[in-house]
């Protein structure tokens, strides 16, 4: 199973900007997709974005499209999820995940980290 750890959340304005990282402990990172999943207190966890192995399939939630991208670095065993335009709506706890395919949903994904949270003031 992959081991993720997450970095990069904090408090920002907002309108500011944030890049959250993931680090996967397993060489496997290189064959697996991955992404970004969001909660609220309160709310269910969403899908944020997603990306595949080989970056050829990239994804993201209609509520983000056009101010986050998601990355990966197979080489440093890293994912990236850069943050712009931040609003307080997207205050949450977010968690990269790991798993065999592409998707939104989160049961495609098996392998979580364990969150950082990421807070927009007004």
């Known amino acids: 199973q992959v081991q993720l750890v997450e970095s990069g959340g904090g408090l920002v304005q907002a309108g500011g900007s944030l890049r959250l990282s993931c680090a996967a402990s397993?060489?496997?990172?290189?064959?697996?997709?991955m992404g970004w999943f969001r909660q609220a207190p309160g709310k269910e966890r969403e899908f944020v974005a997603a990306i595949s192995w080989s970056d050829d399939s990239i994804y993201y939630a209609d509520s983000v499209k056009g101010r986050f991208t998601i990355s990966r670095d197979n080489a440093k065993n890293t994912i990236y999820l850069q943050m712009s335009g931040l609003k307080p709506e997207d205050t949450a706890v977010y968690y990269c995940a790991a798993g065999s395919r592409v998707a939104t949903m989160p049961r495609y994904f098996g392998s979580w980290g364990q969150g950082t949270q990421v807070t927009v003031s007004p």
């Open positions: 397993e060489r496997t990172f290189s064959s697996s997709a």
